[in-house]
């Protein structure tokens, strides 16, 4: 995204093409601050060896982040967060019978010394992602951190309108 010739900065892993639709106002958050990224699907349970593929050849990619959406007990980002020592945001999806808490669960309660950042439940949760990616790459990027002000700045101006 964003320019051709530009390293995917995050990688955005998604457990099923299912889950896609719930991904498009985060992206979008990242394609307006003008974030590179790269989405891909993979899942921890049913592709194992892509995701531990994509874990290890992570950062030769360029990835300085990993966002990983997945409905049910996924448990795809932990496999990533076992696997790399870059950040990784969970994104948990309301995709099975239990509205997303399953995948709440099997997202954020990871255990000591392997952690997940966790996000809210879907769309919002997939903003968040997005807003929170840029805020830990915008600790090495002034010019993004000016993207972000902006673009938090455009946050209040909607509140104000409603
Ligand atoms: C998860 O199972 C996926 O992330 C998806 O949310 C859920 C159902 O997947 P599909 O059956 O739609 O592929 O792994």
Redesign the pocket.
Known sequence: MVSKKSKPLVGWV???A??LPVMNKGRAVLDKLQIPHELIVA?A?RTPDKVDKLARDAEKRGWKIIVAA???A?HLAGAFAARTQLPVIGLP?A??SLSGLDSLLSTVQMPPGVPVATVSIGSAGGVNAAVLAARILALNDKALLARLDKYVAGLGAAVKKS
Request: charged letters at 5%; hydrophobic letters at 30%.
């Open positions: 998604v457990g099923s299912s889950d899942s349970h997945a409905g049910m996924n999806v995709s099975g």
